[in-house]
């Protein structure tokens, strides 16, 4: 199966920066989409910033500008550079990628374990 390891939130003051990093490990042949996603307090989640498998991303409208979505297809890793963090960013931030295993044909989705970031301001 498929593992997917988040690390980088924490507790950041308003205007500061963060760098959250998935790992996806296991018998992965190949990755295609991967995203982030949060979820704040009473809210559904939502998209934040996707990247395919040839480096097109896109953005939520609130974070254009100031977050960076990017990915390592080696380590198929893929990272989210958060600056100009705001107190409305706070929430459980959690990665998805949609992976290609070997030995089983289509793809899987999967989701990581969720990594909490808190703006103060």
């Known amino acids: 199966q498929v593992q997917l390891v988040e690390s980088g939130g924490g507790l950041v003051q308003a205007g500061g920066s963060l760098r959250l990093s998935c790992a996806a490990s296991g018998s992965i042949r190949s990755t295609a989409g991967m995203g982030w996603y949060r979820q704040a307090p009473g809210k559904q989640r939502e998209l934040v910033a996707g990247?395919?498998?040839?480096?097109?991303?896109n953005y939520a409208d609130s974070v254009k500008g100031r977050f960076t979505i990017s990915r390592d297809n080696a380590k198929n890793t893929v990272y989210l550079q958060m600056n100009s963090l705001k107190p409305e960013d706070t929430a459980v931030y959690y990665c998805n990628t949609e992976v290609y295993l070997w030995g089983i044909s289509g793809s899987r989705v999967y989701w990581g374990q969720g990594t909490q970031v808190t703006v103060s301001s």
């Open positions: 990247i395919t498998s040839g480096g097109s991303t």
